[in-house]
């Protein structure tokens, strides 16, 4: 998906206590853009016709997994636009349903605003956000069980922690320092071993507890 990592025209389709808190940040982030906000998303939908200029568009959604319906039909109306999920949620079933439907940034209402900035940074620049929560292990003793990332050799798995941080093939390169065509044939074979085709898809599949075997989700030292 194309990115602008300076986007000069922003939708915020959200509810006035969401814009409250997001309007300023993206403000923050990217100074000069054009801030169009509406409560509704046939509103933005319709606004976006009219300014036919979108670099990044921010969107409410709810915990109930059908919230995320609106953003594939933005996609398909808007396929170059990345999308960012915000909510006052924070669970591997909603950020997992989001990244599902296409979103390359999920952002929790109760985010720090300079995190919040970060994020919009990062997203704009090509990464794929999500809340640092949502990986954390719960289950301790799920380190004695049998993981899709134990199928990895400890270069892959190396390759794939930094993947689920958001590094770009040349960064993993320079922190690894291997080529980024090696970096690119760990992928391959990371998506191959996962079951995956994208980065977005790994994110969801690690967000919602679908990398481990038995369902409880990864963390970023697998």
Do not use: W
């Not at 990044?56 to 999920?85: M, T």
Request: glycine share 6%; net charge positive; hydrophobic share 40%.
């Amino acid at each position: 998906m194309p990115r602008t990592s300076t986007p000069r025209d922003v939708f915020l389709i959200a509810d006035t206590r969401m814009q409250q808190v997001f309007a300023p940040a993206v403000e923050n982030a990217f100074a000069g853009a054009r801030l169009h906000c509406t409560k509704t998303f046939d509103g933005g939908e319709r606004k976006a016709e009219l300014v036919r200029a979108v670099d990044l568009a921010l969107i409410e959604v709810v915990r109930a997994e059908k919230s995320v319906e609106p953003i594939p039909r933005f996609g398909a109306q808007f396929p170059d636009v990345p999308v960012i999920a915000i909510s006052t949620d924070v669970d591997r079933r909603s950020v997992g349903a989001a990244l599902k439907a296409g979103v390359v940034g999920y952002i929790a209402k109760a985010t720090a605003r300079s995190v919040i900035v970060a994020a919009l940074n990062f997203v704009a620049a090509g990464g794929i956000y999500v809340p640092p929560e949502v990986c954390v292990e719960g289950d301790e003793r799920s380190d004695e069980r049998e993981t899709l990332a134990d199928q990895l050799t400890e270069r892959k798995r190396d390759v794939l922690r930094l993947l689920l941080k958001g590094r770009s093939n040349s960064r993993i390169a320079a922190e690894l320092s291997i080529t980024e065509g090696t970096v690119k044939q760990h992928i391959h074979s990371i998506y191959k071993t996962i079951g995956v085709s994208s980065r977005a898809e790994l994110m969801a599949r690690a967000a919602q507890g679908r990398i481990r075997r038995d369902g409880s989700p990864i963390t970023l030292d697998v």
